[in-house]
């Protein structure tokens, strides 16, 4: 599908400006169908449909609004088309308590189209811009307010992004969906108040990236690449949480983790890490020991949030071979 888009790139715009070139706008609206699918790659595949409609139906692009415009009412309609008749993707602490830190408690994996996954910042967040703008676009990503709107029926998915999230008009926003301002308030004053009423408003702003924070990434690494469980457990906080999907299974405080990382977490031992920027948050992509020979191969994906000044949650995004590509990172790293 990408040689499609990218193919009829040129003569879509051939008669417009620079200016008017869809691909200008491929990474807001890979955030826009990111926060309606709660999927990387769903999110990559929804852009490439809505760049190859866009350039089908092309001559019915009349110029009343702007391309922009016109761009996300094709991927929002995209969107709806793959939510309808599915379930809501999730994040491990939506399927139940947590769990011992036992090997049996992993369970089967689910399939992954049962979970939010991460995303890389810069695939879908603007690159400068106003500080202030871009916390909140940072916000907007987070883990678990993207599965926060996986709550809501797909419509009123939409118009809660467009509205609260991008901060469109409830005017541009009637239009883009074909319906009327009344009907995108009330959507969106019914889509506010399922989040609160389950409490799956996006929390406090992330704590900013200062020496302290950029301090205990440090620890955070060291501790981990050493193995060295007991100070790794040491910079977490008293009720942190370590989730990993695909598995339903999640642990709660530091005591559980370590144990964990002790016994059926062994095999991370020896690994490495690479810094991210991803949901949002820091992150990291982990390798680990081969087995078919030197050097380390990829395993996970971990994003990571802080409170008071350490870890507070660790989500480690597992079987995740397909991850590493899409995001540009090394099949394999050197002994």
């Not at 922009?68 to 793959?82: E, G, M, P």
């Not at 990434?217 to 457990?233: C, K, P, S």
């Amino acid at each position: 599908m990408t040689s499609v888009a990218e193919g009829h790139r040129r003569e879509f715009t051939d008669a417009r400006d620079e200016a008017e070139d869809p691909e200008r706008y491929r990474s807001e609206l890979t955030g826009f169908c990111y926060r309606m699918l709660g999927s990387a790659f769903e999110a990559e595949d929804a852009v490439q449909e809505t760049l190859v409609r866009a350039w089908r139906g092309r001559d019915g692009f009349d110029g009343r609004s702007s391309l922009r415009s016109w761009l996300y009412r094709i991927a929002t309609n995209v969107c709806i088309d793959l939510l309808n008749g599915r379930n809501r993707r999730a994040l491990p602490m939506d399927f139940g308590p947590a769990a011992p830190p036992v090997h049996s408690s992993l369970g089967e994996p689910l399939p992954e189209y049962n979970w939010v996954g991460p995303i890389l910042d810069d695939r879908v967040l603007p690159a400068g811009g106003d500080p202030a703008d871009l916390a909140v676009a940072r916000e907007s990503i987070r883990l678990a307010f993207v599965a926060a709107l996986q709550h809501l029926p797909p419509r009123q998915r939409a118009v809660l992004i467009l509205r609260d999230v991008l901060a469109w008009k409830a005017a541009e926003v009637s239009e883009l969906l074909d319906t009327t301002v009344a009907s995108v308030t009330s959507a969106l004053q019914r889509a506010r108040a399922t989040l609160a009423d389950q409490h799956l408003a996006p929390s406090k702003p992330a704590e900013p990236m200062g020496d302290g924070l950029r301090a205990l990434l440090e620890r955070y690494v060291d501790t981990f690449e050493r193995y060295d469980i007991d100070a790794f457990v040491a910079l977490l906080t008293e009720d942190a949480v370590q989730s990993m999907p695909p598995f339903a299974i999640w642990l709660h405080g530091p005591k559980d983790i370590g144990t964990w990382m002790l016994g059926p977490g062994i095999g991370c031992q020896g690994g490495k890490m690479i810094a991210l920027e991803v949901n949002g948050r820091s992150g990291f992509a982990t390798y680990r020991r081969s087995e078919s020979g030197p050097g380390l191969d990829p395993f996970s994906l971990q994003v990571l949030d802080f409170a008071d000044g350490r870890v507070s949650e660790i989500t480690v995004f597992l079987d995740t071979p397909a991850l590493f590509p899409l995001f540009g990172l090394p099949p394999h790293l050197d002994p």
